[in-house]
């Protein structure tokens, strides 16, 4: 069975970090390309980065350029997400969710973890 | 960057059919997907590329597309079916975003 589980959420004040993590299981992490989608309290949902299966290609929404950095460990089957200067906008429940490349779907996704800024 | 955009809200009374749209740029490149959400849970694929439904998801959804413009059926609503739903597809407009997702609809089942 797909398992995605997230987890390094938290409270944190303006300007500081999270670094989230989305431990995979149940099929070959290596040969997907990973992603993580976020939503905001009421709100719709909102793509925010892509990793390829093999670290090549990394790419961003405009919100989060600069600040966030995706990655991945294929022998931990293991995603990151390294969040930096978050802003009160970045607080919502982070999903990571898995592609095959090409396809341009999420076929799976975990639970999510909620990241709060606040001061 | 493209944007996809969908009704806010629409209802069906039990058991008839209901057509969910999505509109937008990108989609005169890419399939849509759709996504089922219900509250506090994450959210489902329902539908992909032309057609096709994953494992486990009732064949009362289907997926159909047509220029810009792609819909969600659901041909004899249940009331499990009363949740939000989302389209997305592959951005077409250049390197970002890579993806976009609809604005959601919301779906009632009376």
């Known amino acids: 069975e797909v398992q995605l589980v997230e987890s390094g959420g938290g409270l944190v004040k303006p300007g500081g970090s999270l670094r989230l993590s989305c431990a995979a299981s149940g099929f070959t992490f290596s040969n997907y390309s990973m992603n993580w989608v976020r939503q905001a309290p009421g709100k719709g949902l909102e793509w925010v980065s892509s990793i390829s299966s093999g670290s090549t290609y990394m790419y961003y929404a405009d919100s989060v350029k600069g600040r966030f950095t995706i990655s991945r460990d294929n022998a931990k089957s293991s995603l990151y997400l390294q969040m930096n200067s978050l802003r009160a906008e970045d607080t919502a429940v982070y999903y990571c969710a898995r592609d095959l490349a090409g396809l341009y779907y999420f076929d799976h996704w975990g639970q999510g973890t909620l990241a709060a800024v606040s001061s | 960057s493209s944007e996809l955009t969908q009704d806010p809200a629409v209802s069906v009374a039990l058991g008839q059919t209901v057509r969910i749209t999505c509109q937008g740029d990108?989609?005169?490149?890419?399939?849509a997907s759709w996504y089922q959400q219900k509250p506090g849970q994450a959210p489902v694929l329902v539908i992909y590329?032309?057609?096709n439904r994953p494992s486990g998801i009732p064949d009362r959804f289907s997926g159909s597309s047509s220029g810009n413009t792609a819909s969600l059926t659901i041909t004899g609503a249940q009331a499990e079916d009363e949740a939000d739903y989302y389209c997305?597809?592959?951005?077409?407009?250049?390197?970002?975003?890579?993806?976009?997702f609809g604005t959601g609809t919301k779906v009632t089942v009376l």
């Open positions: 590329g032309k057609n």
């Open positions: 990108s989609l005169r490149s890419y399939y």
């Open positions: 997305n597809s592959r951005d077409s407009s250049g390197n970002h975003p890579l993806y976009v």
